[in-house]
């Protein structure tokens, strides 16, 4: 699994759960130049402060600076408890941190990366809770999610929440499918959104699903696309089977709002989730797979016990399959990876597509060299990878391939191999620009105030493919190539 280096603002982050009892004004104390490469055992032998103040939601303030490096900061504050029961706490930092309530230790020090949750029992009024934090180099993070028991750490909930299409939806999909009309002209096109690396363990991400799912009817989409990495082996998510089970549920519910087919294909960051318990192929088949099969009217071919599959469009002579690139639960702790029976399904169903169909190969990773993150390291599955490459190369020669069209890298790229068409949309994950390959590009996108979502137009009669960007880049980041 890749591993992803973010700068991030050294902040705080409290669900809106936790709001209900913090007292809304966190003291911070900052000190700067601290050469320890881990969290002092007592912070009052410091001296005096470099910095300090007030903030709410535990965050610096104007102080924050991602670029810096060696401080040690302590925050305080104030929990109001109305009922005596049993809270948790969630504990995440880049460097090291601790938690402790009415001066007691109730997290020890947690080391870069760590995912910790300790529970205590609090009786009704105030308590103080104070966090510690250090910063050694590079990048910085601090979260810290509170819940009481039967609650989740954020609110998650197993039901959509109703919401409004903000005020920008509408617009930036009006404006990108003025564009696709100039283009169809009088041909006829097969036309479909894809979202991919929606990462939504921490927030309302997956919203963008709903916002593009409900305005459906201005693009008269023939599916949609989803290409993984809904984000649910991430964060707290990973940790807490009711997170993970919630996010499913609000994913699903989001992919219902479209009257027509919602196409998914499994992420590497969609496995392992729950204590590795709640998911399973069978599980991704049942939520994100199995509701399309009635409106598919019997083009939608599942795999039994498999997440791979396929759909055609006979009308338009088109197939689209989508594969699963991660190989988990076929080859255990392998990302990445196509393994043989998928490969050897994948052959004999282009092998026995008819010829005028055009196909369209879909999965979440790219194994094209130039599609994969800058900092990935050598990756373990080469083999696999070079393998799906020849093995379409060589269909490539004999069937009308659109292309191998993929998500995971959070970037858009565009290569021609073997006359092989690989093609990336930019997602809405992050992507530093030292993580950028040659020849790939991102548009920078604030999700509150624009879509970021390549729509697909496909021309089969005249092996033709246009994308438009609806919002973040607008008509900068389309692309047009021949199959």
């Known amino acids: 699994m890749k591993k992803t280096i973010l700068a991030i603002a050294a902040t705080v982050a409290i669900s809106s759960c936790t709001m209900r009892y913090n007292e809304g004004e966190v003291s911070y104390k900052i000190w700067e130049n601290y050469d320890g490469d881990t969290l002092p055992d007592d912070f009052t032998a410091l001296g005096e402060p470099t910095v300090t103040g007030t903030g709410k939601c535990f965050q610096l303030g104007e102080y924050v600076n991602p670029a810096k490096d060696h401080f040690v900061a302590e925050y305080t504050s104030t929990l109001t408890i109305p009922a005596e029961k049993k ?29 910790t949750i300790a529970g205590k029992n609090l009786t009704k009024g105030k308590h103080e809770l104070r966090i510690q934090y250090q910063e050694y180099i590079n990048g910085q ?7 009481a028991e039967g609650e989740l750490p954020r609110d998650y909930g197993t039901d959509v929440p109703e ?6 939806v509408v ?9 696709y009309m100039e283009w169809k002209g009088d041909d006829e096109t097969v036309v479909f959104p894809i979202f991919t690396d929606i990462h939504a ?16 009817g201005i693009w008269n989409y023939d599916f949609m696309l989803c290409l993984g990495d809904i984000g649910i082996n991430l964060g707290p998510a990973h940790i807490s089977k009711d997170i993970t089970t919630s996010i499913m549920n609000s994913i699903s519910g989001e992919m219902k709002k479209y009257p027509g087919v919602f196409l998914y294909t499994p992420g590497n960051h969609d496995w392992d989730a729950g204590e590795g318990t709640v998911n399973s192929e069978e599980r991704f088949q049942k939520l994100f797979q199995k509701p399309g099969l009635e409106k598919a009217g019997g083009n939608l071919h599942l795999t039994p016990g498999k997440v791979y599959h396929y759909y055609d469009i006979p009308e338009k002579n088109f197939r689209i399959i989508l594969l699963n690139s991660c190989g988990t639960c076929t080859l255990k702790n392998m990302y990445y990876v196509f393994d043989d029976e998928q490969v050897e399904w994948f052959k004999n169903l282009v092998k026995e597509t008819p010829q005028e169909m055009s196909i369209l190969v879909t999965c979440h990773y790219m194994p094209h060299p130039n599609g994969r993150w800058h900092n990935t390291p050598a990756p373990y599955n080469l083999r696999s990878n070079e393998r799906m490459m020849d093995v379409l190369a060589e269909l490539k020669r004999h069937h009308n391939i659109v292309g191998l069209f993929c998500g995971d890298s959070h970037f858009n790229m565009h290569e021609v191999d073997r006359n092989v068409n690989y093609f990336v949309t930019q997602s809405m994950g992050v992507c530093s620009k030292e993580n950028l390959m040659p020849g790939t590009r991102r548009a920078d996108v604030n999700l509150e105030e624009s879509l970021c979502c390549d729509v697909v137009a496909v021309k089969p ?3 033709q493919v246009h994308t438009f960007r609806i919002g973040a880049g607008g008509a900068d980041y389309d692309y047009e190539f021949n199959y």
């Open 87 to 115: 809270y948790s706490f969630l504990l995440h930092s880049d460097d090291n941190s601790r938690l402790l309530v009415d001066g007691e230790p109730l997290i020890g020090l947690n080391p870069t990366g760590n995912y």
């Open 141 to 147: 993070a601090l979260d810290l999610y509170m819940y």
């Open 163 to 168: 919401y409004e299409i903000p005020d920008f």
């Open 171 to 179: 617009p930036q999909i009006t404006e990108a499918h003025e564009r």
């Open 201 to 216: 363990h921490t927030d309302y991400r997956f919203r963008h699903i709903g916002y593009v799912a409900e305005t459906s």
């Open 461 to 463: 009669a005249k092996n």
